[in-house]
């Protein structure tokens, strides 16, 4: 398998894209991600990403069980700003932010053509996050206090595709 190089690992710097539903069916959302983490847990390579339920993303999240991120260059940032704060439930914004969605290899959520990097995701795990349980300062001045819990999402990385200035030799 294919690692990361971190320090060129853009994803949750408003780069990426989460995306989740069935290509095929014509049934899927995106949106920008901000919060997340990619690494190993239970010896499984991984991310972790954040939602909250408000999301229209989320209950493609809640009704498929694979996701796609998906890591765009620069010149996107104007559609992933779009995508970041438009919903889906208003419209087709994928079309208006001029994007292309294509099939992924390995899981049903959609990757997209313009794309520079894409992990395919199955679902594995997930929880709400609990603000009466966090015990970090900072976090709960920043998130903690929020009117609505986010879900966390671990999904099992089943494919990795991208330009080399992400990969590292594995």
């Given at each position: 398998?294919t690692?990361?190089?971190?320090?060129?690992?853009?994803?949750?710097?408003?780069?990426?894209?989460?995306?989740?539903?069935?290509?095929?069916?014509?049934?899927?959302?995106?949106m920008?991600?901000?919060?997340?983490?990619?690494?190993?847990?239970?010896?499984?390579?991984?991310?972790?990403?954040?939602?909250?339920?408000?999301?229209?993303?989320?209950?493609?999240?809640?009704?498929y069980?694979?996701?796609?991120?998906?890591?765009?260059?620069?010149?996107?940032?104007?559609?992933?700003?779009?995508?970041?704060?438009?919903?889906?439930?208003?419209?087709?914004?994928?079309?208006?932010?001029?994007?292309?969605?294509?099939?992924?290899?390995?899981?049903?959520?959609?990757?997209?053509?313009?794309?520079?990097?894409?992990?395919?995701?199955?679902?594995?795990?997930?929880?709400?996050?609990?603000?009466?349980?966090?015990?970090d300062?900072?976090?709960?001045?920043?998130?903690?206090?929020?009117?609505?819990?986010?879900?966390?999402?671990?999904?099992?990385?089943?494919?990795?595709?991208?330009?080399?200035?992400?990969?590292?030799?594995?």
């Open positions: 398998m690692t990361f190089n971190r320090k060129s690992m853009p994803f949750f710097h408003k780069n990426g894209l989460l995306t989740s539903g069935d290509f095929q069916k014509n049934h899927f959302n995106t920008t991600i901000e919060w997340g983490s990619i690494g190993k847990v239970w010896g499984i390579p991984l991310v972790q990403i954040f939602v909250r339920p408000s999301r229209y993303t989320y209950q493609f999240l809640e009704q069980n694979s996701s796609t991120l998906s890591c765009f260059p620069e010149e996107y940032r104007k559609a992933l700003l779009l995508l970041g704060t438009k919903s889906g439930r208003d419209g087709n914004k994928i079309t208006e932010a001029g994007l292309t969605p294509i099939a992924a290899n390995h899981v049903a959520s959609p990757i997209f053509n313009e794309a520079e990097l894409t992990i395919e995701c199955q679902k594995m795990y997930w929880d709400d996050i609990v603000s009466a349980q966090m015990s300062g900072e976090a709960i001045s920043r998130f903690g206090r929020l009117p609505e819990p986010h879900r966390v999402y671990y999904g099992k990385i089943v494919a990795i595709q991208g330009i080399k200035r992400y990969l590292a030799a594995a």
